[in-house]
């Protein structure tokens, strides 16, 4: 064996037993709360990722879309495929600079919230999607105390992925997992349009 | 129309005539290349998330796993109930540090580019998921001037989705769409283990 392949063996061997001691430790079986914000890609598509990890597991998994909704996107077309295992609703009617009306808004934001209230009170979903709840919050179209007072009192082995910018304090505060999603490029900046397939 | 309600329908129609603008100067409807990295939460699980997104749209896609493959995960699970939709594979034997064997994850990573190659030459593939390639080219299993020169001879309403701790900078240059997933909290560090679900 030559030196670099002997040298990454060392080092990896290290890598394991440090790896290992934190598995060990870890032994919390436990519902956890999920938050992806920041200003860049990836905060949807990782919670619907994770909507479709929940269905490989067999777990009964719910999505409510807190602004998007008067467009049909390629995650809503391909997951009401799934009627007994995903709950989809799509309760928004756009961006908030498309609506430009606040009170409909807010109106839609507590309908959306009232039924999420429904999903947090059935240990039978396994996994809820949020999406975009945070800008629903950022705007004060719910109580954010409300709101994290109902997601405590959800059953304890379920899990809440929460997305969209700006999550509140209080919320990350509550979250067990929190990542911010930074843009680093982005393609509509270089003049290249929102395509089917990679934006919605 | 209260205070607050006017101002914001004020300050959401300039968004709004601002927005427009940026989307009617965004016109090119090509491939992309995106690139998600950093330490955080929700790389992979944003592929995940576009290859459903793209599968909503009626795309073909190919998913190869680069170092992943030991274990089987949900999105494998269930990926593989599609087989005339997504061609899945998982090409890796683990982490880099559970196998400990360069020259096999070597051996591993070449077949999978190869692999790779075959979707890249393939115009009836819409989007390919390239799960974990940046640790490939980080610990160097593969040539980065050859993946870049593949990658960009690939046909042009491609989409690629590239994912990984420490995407090499040349890697970033020639991606259309790179965000930096950074971690805020991570529920593992609070003692709760990797569970079904939400880690795999």
New interface residues.
Partial sequence: ?ND??QR??VR??R??AV?DQ??A??????G?I?????N??????????????????G?KVAVIQFIKGAMS???????RRFPDEVSFHAMGEGY????????RDISKAQQAWALAKTYLSDPSI??VLFDELNIALK?RYLDLDTVIADLLDRPDMQ?VVITGRGAPDEL?AI??????????????K?????????E?
């Fill in positions: 064996m670099i392949n990454h063996r990896m061997e890598k394991k790896i934190k598995i430790a870890a032994q919390k079986d436990i956890i999920i938050v992806n914000t920041g860049g890609k990836g905060k949807s598509s990782s919670g619907f990722g994770m909507v479709v990890r929940a269905m490989g597991h777990m996107t390629g995650e809503e077309k391909f997951l908030t600079w498309e609506t430009q009306d606040r009170e396994g996994l705007y899990h990350i979250a067990d997992t929190v990542t911010e999603m930074a843009v680093v490029k982005h393609a509509f270089a003049g290249i349009a929102a395509q089917a397939g990679t919605w």
